[in-house]
């Protein structure tokens, strides 16, 4: 197309000009085998990677169609480099094949035997390997049905995975449809999971991943282990499947830190499964000596490395992985590649907000000054503690007053780092503070209230802002924070982005200090967001004072 | 044109005996045998037979020629053309005429002559045949079925070569070999040695010399393509590279690479720029090699590479005049980029001594002319391979398939081919077209942008340059292709203060050429690095200040551990001193996070300039081995004229008498002689007084000095009309 909406640069990026008339139907040709990596308003990135690439041969698609689309919508020459690059990467998927033999059991089969003679040479896959049954077939021990799909893909030739799955313990589980219906992706995603066998389903913060999992459950009808990120995640998944299916109480357990309940359904925090005792895994039975027939991984771009290594030994259990993007900042995206699976689906944030799923949201960020006696204080401060001492200027509790008094009647979440920090403003603003120290029992009467709107604001610490569920916040005011990870920054919007019910913009207030560190993070914030297409803005502070701004 | 020719006793003979056209014909086989011009045919004969002279001829042709020369060379003379066809098949009847074209051999009557050089440069065992025999061959050939087991198997060993055999003793042979000798099927080379003779061996080999006729070329054929796809996956390499070399430069200009003791670019010098500059290690060995050749870097004082003002000047032409001038360096150079990295003998470096191949050229051209026989075709590269060596066996052999692999794959980064097919531009350049249409191809140039809200602006195609310069200069490239990726940072906008632009500037000029509004947090970054530029002032006395007006920062300056080793000292209020160099202070600085100006010592700010070192060291472009250019037509016209003059001078020098004459006989003469380009003998008079005979070519003739080609010292000389004697015209 010589006027195509694509630009593909030689480093693998992709452009693409969402104003153009073509930009829809390529974005969604593209999105099959290309990672979105930002979306700010004009024009997005996509990156080619191997990963990507080997996903859209997992999901049927070959080198020749990817190729199709982009000398289809380019507007330049595609780089010669890049086409025999695709051609050979995603050539590379499939050409081994592991597959269930009436015969000789787990077999690694090839359609090209030299592939696998250069596998088999490896040192690493030698010992998991059995006999040789011909040219194209080798046997391969049950046990290492993972490991040899891990180490295949570190040398580039990812296996497919066709040995089939035990169906485990039979339980009858229905979707309860009771005023509620689940929204058409949930359903496709659940459907696309179910069809591939095992993989990964990605869906941004607030889409419903639990009632894909619920889904999930319907189809397999077998008992089930949901792994998630900690306890107060745990509760909500076991009080969303309560809700949403046919399961009663007595069949869900959980089993963390305080509780040990073995059922039907069990839901298990990542930190009792990693947690050693005399230098053993304690709890490492949970997984394997019962006969699941499903097992789910909540945020998987979370998972320790020791559950992976469990994992590569329960192959043959059907995997389900439940995250917001694949991008893990340790790297290990290939893990979770080749032992839950590849990705089976996925839809663009900015498409489920347009189908109203997720609130949209405005981003501002508020500068404050410092006084004359903070900023010597903080020129003066050890590099360890000059954050701390720019964040916490007793300006800001000022303006969080003046916000949160400007959004009366709205749900107001004020979130910050520093406890003493909280403390303060829980004070000064007259509302309570949930930290980590806080019970579970009164977190959760806390959070009941807030669902409820009998509480319109609450102050909490970064640790309850992972996996908590607050439905009708529309405001945030970020008091104090770094710009942590990227999944960390994502997690945090996608607590206010929960959908509104008379659909107003939710807001997202970062308080920054001026001139310091802080500014840097705000910085770092500000690309993030601006990455992920949200409208951002700086205000001052003083202009907020004086009443003389537009909020 | 073998026709036209007569039967010869000698190469001389068959010379002389030639049309102009044929001997032009020669000349554009052979354009060495022009320089210097050989004074006469047989000057010329000599010269053609000359060892030097012939290897060249030798190097330029195919494994099937080389197989019939080789044939003609073991068959005993005279050689008829029967007596060759029989053995090689009819294919070897083009060689032939080839070789005859090429004065290798020449016909006596019905026979085949080759010339003993030729059979010299064969080598002493052409095709691994043996010496002549000298027994008849209805005695052996009688011999030979009835021979012992034994020597049977001893015959069998020898035919396929080496034919020789080490035996303890000639004069003492074991009762096999004594059989074999006595009936003259080996013969004794020296006391330890024994050989099958030729004319056995072909016998033994099936009346052949050769196990496996060469006569039909490799294919190399690999898929159709069009033109214009060919064309468009090129132009994007052909922007590419000549990117990359600009990246390259400016990272050099900013960062030298240092250079070898031994000469060249270590391996870590490599590496941090491919690193930083993202790039293919191989790709980047290639296209530093580019700019070396081309004059664009060179080695500075000895120890670091510099980019020149060469390179400025290139920077400054156009996409098609920046191509062309890489592509041609390219074509000619004799350095071969493919063997730089580890080998045998250790690291071998780039732009270092150790990569000439004198044969590469030569290769190269022939590679890509095989690319243009089939274009827009393309090439199976491994299949390629085995043609070039099949083309140029003396030249291409062991190496072949890497040397053809390097070249194809320079050939695409170049954008000289495109998927493996030669483009249309790489065509026009090879044959030496002036107009390679390549305007129409290359993208057009726009003059915007569309800056985002994650502060990067895209041009979505090649910015104009002078937007692209100051571009560059306020943001940093984060991705190249078709479109440019640039971000904005404070740092980059920092830059871009140090070069002498305001923060109004900047904004400015952003708002001119976006398409797309400023985002809010833009303009505040610019404004606050503004702001923060210049309040923290570097100057210059007898060591380096900090001049600040905002005691906070000075405090949080003096205190940064970042910042310790510069050791800084409060003067006085506001005022601190370092001992250290005013630029690496501002440096350590900018590492630091602070935003430091430069001032001079009137407290004016002064701009400072990045990435523009440039070497002071002329560039040397490193040897270009080049075969003979073609010679023109022109050339060629006067070389004949000269030699046959010069044959017949020298063939009726005696019966051709200098006639004295007056001065104005003597004028008259020479400008007739001008006039009609005829050569002429003249008597002329020496300083010391004697009188010599000349034979030379006028040229032009005034105020009494005459200009001419002299045929003995070969070069054009000035006589003094009064010293000639006579003048005759050579017929």
């Known amino acids: 197309m010589a006027d195509g909406p694509l630009i593909v640069q030689s480093d693998k990026t992709l452009l693409l000009e969402i104003d153009h008339g073509a930009a829809d139907d390529c974005r969604r040709a593209i999105a099959a085998f290309a990672e979105l990596e930002r979306s700010p308003e004009h024009i997005h990135t996509y990156r080619l990677t191997s990963l990507g690439l080997w996903n859209a041969r997992a999901a049927g698609l070959d080198a020749e169609s990817v190729i199709d689309v982009l000398l289809r919508y380019s507007r330049y020459a595609v780089p010669h480099a890049i086409l025999i690059d695709i051609a050979e990467t995603m050539a590379r998927y499939g050409r081994l094949r592991l597959e269930t033999h009436p015969v000789h059991g787990l077999i690694l089969t090839t359609t090209d035997s030299a592939v696998l003679e250069e596998v088999i040479r490896a040192k690493k896959v030698q010992p998991m390997l059995g006999k040789r049954i011909d040219s194209e077939t080798i046997q391969v021990f049950p046990s290492e049905r993972g490991r040899l799909k891990q180490s295949l893909l570190k040398l580039g030739w990812p296996a497919e995975d066709m040995a089939g799955y035990v169906d485990g313990q039979a339980h009858p589980i229905e979707l309860a449809e009771n005023g509620w219906t689940l929204r058409p992706y949930q359903r496709l995603a659940a459907e696309g999971f179910w069809h591939g066998g095992s993989g990964v389903v990605v869906l941004p913060c607030g889409a419903g991943k639990t009632l894909v999992g619920a889904a999930a459950m319907s189809l397999a009808q077998a008992t089930t282990l949901i792994l998630v990120t900690n306890t107060v995640a745990a509760r909500q998944w076991r009080n969303e499947l309560l809700k949403r299916t046919s399961l009663t109480e007595d069949e869900i357990g959980e089993y963390s830190g305080s509780r040990k309940e073995i059922r039907a359904v069990t839901i298990a925090t990542y930190q009792v499964l990693t947690t050693k005792r005399g230098g053993v895994y304690a709890h490492l039975d949970l997984v394997d000596q019962h006969d699941w027939g499903l097992i789910i991984y909540d945020e998987v771009h979370l998972l320790p490395a020791p559950i992976f290594r469990f994992t590569a030994d329960i192959q043959s259990r059907r995997r389900l992985g439940l995250t917001a993007t694949l991008v893990r900042e340790d790297g290990l995206e290939g893990e979770v590649f080749s032992l839950i699976g590849p990705k089976r689906y996925d839809v663009p944030w900015k498409e489920i907000e347009a189908q109203g799923y997720i609130a949209p949201a405005e981003c501002i960020e508020v500068r404050v000054n410092l006084t004359d006696a903070e900023r010597l204080a903080y020129a003066t401060a050890e590099p360890e503690h000059k954050y ?28 910050g780092q520093y406890l003493d920090q909280l403390g303060t403003l829980s004070t000064e603003l007259g509302i309570p503070v949930i930290t980590g120290d806080t019970p579970i029992k009164e977190r959760e009467e806390l959070f009941q209230g807030f669902r409820e709107g009998e509480i319109n604001a609450l102050v909490v610490s970064k640790v309850a802002n992972f996996s908590i569920d607050l439905p009708e916040a529309t405001i945030a005011i970020q008091v104090s924070g770094a710009f942590g990870s990227r999944q960390e920054e994502a997690q945090r919007l996608g607590r206010i982005l929960r959908p509104k019910a008379d659909g107003r913009t939710a807001r997202f207030y970062t308080l920054v200090a001026r001139d310091t560190v802080d500014q840097d993070f705000a910085q770092n914030r500000q690309r993030f967001l601006a990455e992920q297409g949200y409208s951002y803005r700086i205000v001052d502070a003083d202009d907020i004072l004086i009443g003389d701004v537009e909020l | 044109m073998s026709a036209t020719l007569r039967p010869a006793r000698s190469l001389a003979d068959e010379l002389r005996a030639r049309s102009d056209e044929n001997l032009r014909e020669l000349f554009l086989l052979r354009p060495d045998l022009l320089s210097p011009l050989p004074t006469d045919i047989t000057a010329l004969a000599a010269r053609a037979s000359a060892a030097p002279s012939i290897a060249r001829v030798l190097d330029g042709l195919t494994t099937w020629e080389i197989q019939v020369l080789e044939t003609i060379a073991v068959l005993s003379e005279p050689v008829s053309m029967e007596a060759l066809l029989a053995i090689t098949g009819d294919n070897a009847i083009a060689p032939v005429v080839k070789f005859r074209a090429l004065a290798l051999i020449y016909m006596d009557e019905e026979h085949i002559r080759i010339l003993n050089s030729v059979r010299e440069s064969l080598g002493p065992e052409p095709a691994g045949l043996g010496p002549v025999g000298f027994g008849a061959k209805d005695r052996w050939l009688k011999k030979i079925d009835a021979a012992p087991p034994a020597a049977q198997a001893m015959l069998e060993k020898l035919t396929w070569g080496p034919p020789r055999g080490t035996v303890s003793d000639t004069k003492k042979p074991t009762s096999t070999i004594s059989w074999l000798m006595e009936n003259q099927l080996l013969v004794p080379i020296d006391g330890q040695t024994v050989a099958l003779p030729r004319e056995v061996g072909i016998y033994l080999r099936g009346n052949k010399v050769h196990r496996e006729r060469f006569d039909i070329p490799p294919d190399f054929v690999g898929k159709e393509l069009a033109l214009e796809d060919v064309d468009s996956a090129a132009i994007g390499a ?127 051209r022939v590679t890509l002319e095989l690319y243009a026989q089939i274009s827009p075709t393309t090439v199976d590269v491994a299949a390629l391979a085995e043609r070039v060596k099949w083309e140029r066996p003396r030249r ?56 985002q809200g994650d502060n990067t602006a895209i041009a979505p195609g090649p910015l104009q340059l002078d937007l692209a310069r100051e571009m560059s200069l306020i943001a940093n490239i984060e991705s190249k292709g078709g479109a440019t990726v640039y971000r904005l940072t404070d740092h980059s906008i920092r830059r871009a203060l140090d070069n002498g632009r305001s923060s109004d500037d900047i904004k400015t000029f952003l708002g001119k050429i976006s398409k797309t509004p400023l985002p809010q947090p833009l303009e505040y970054m610019i404004a606050d690095v503004g702001k923060r530029y210049g309040k923290l002032r570097v100057g210059i006395s007898f060591s380096s ?64 300039k990045h990435d523009r070192a440039r070497a002071k060291t002329k560039a040397r472009p490193p040897r270009i081995s080049v075969d003979y250019a073609r010679p023109s037509d022109d050339l060629i016209g006067a070389a004949l004229r000269a030699l046959r003059a010069g044959d017949k001078a020298a063939s009726h020098r005696k019966s051709a008498p200098i006639t004295t004459g007056t001065p104005s006989e003597t004028m008259g003469t020479l400008t007739l002689a001008i006039k009609s380009k005829a050569t002429v003998t003249i008597g002329y008079a020496d300083t010391d007084g004697g009188l010599s005979e000349r034979i030379i070519e006028p040229i032009h003739l005034l105020g009494g000095i005459l200009m001419a080609y002299d045929h003995g010292s070969d070069e054009v000389l000035r006589f003094a009309v009064s010293r000639i004697s006579g003048v005759a015209i050579v017929e």
């Not at chain 2, 050749?293 to 500075?300: A, D, N, P």
């Not at chain 2, 954008?415 to 002036?434: I, Y």
């Open chain 2, 396 to 451: 291409a052999f062991g190496n072949h398939h890497d040397y053809v692999h390097w070249i194809a794959r320079e050939a695409q980064w170049l954008g000289f081919s495109g998927r493996n097919a030669l483009t249309s531009f790489g065509q026009a350049l090879l044959t030496g077209n002036a107009d390679l249409g390549m305007q129409k191809l290359l993208p057009k140039e726009i003059d915007y942008i569309m800056i």
């Open chain 1, 388 to 415: 701390r001492t720019c964040a916490t200027t007793r300006t800001k509790g000022a303006i969080a007053k003046l916000l949160v008094e400007k959004h009366q009647g709205e749900q107001i979440l004020v979130i």
């Open chain 2, 238 to 364: 052909v922007l590419e590279i000549l990117h990359h070399i600009e990246e390259l430069l400016h990272f050099w200009a900013g960062e030298p690479a240092a250079a070898l003791r031994s000469g060249g670019i270590g391996v870590r010098e490599i590496k941090r720029a491919s690193d930083e500059l993202s790039l293919d290690e191989k790709y980047l060995v290639f296209i530093a090699e580019l700019a070396f050749i081309s004059g664009f870097l060179v080695l500075h004082n000895d120890e670091e590479f510099l980019p020149t003002t060469g390179f400025d000047l290139w920077r400054n032409k156009t996409l098609e005049e920046r191509w062309v001038e890489l592509a041609t360096n390219w074509l000619s150079t004799s350095r071969v980029a493919g063997l730089v990295g580890k080998s045998e003998r250790g690291y071998i470096a780039p732009l270092g001594p150790e990569i000439d191949r004198s044969a590469i050229a030569h290769i190269r």
């Open chain 2, 545 to 608: 200040y900090i001049r600040c007006e905002d005691q906070s920062l000075v405090a949080q300056i003096l205190v940064d551990k970042k910042l310790s080793h510069l050791q800084f000292r409060q003067l006085s209020k506001g005022v601190l001193m370092t001992e250290g160099d005013t630029h690496e202070a501002i440096d350590a600085l900018v590492e630091a996070g602070y935003f430091p100006a430069l001032e001079d010592r009137d407290g004016a700010l002064v701009a400072r």
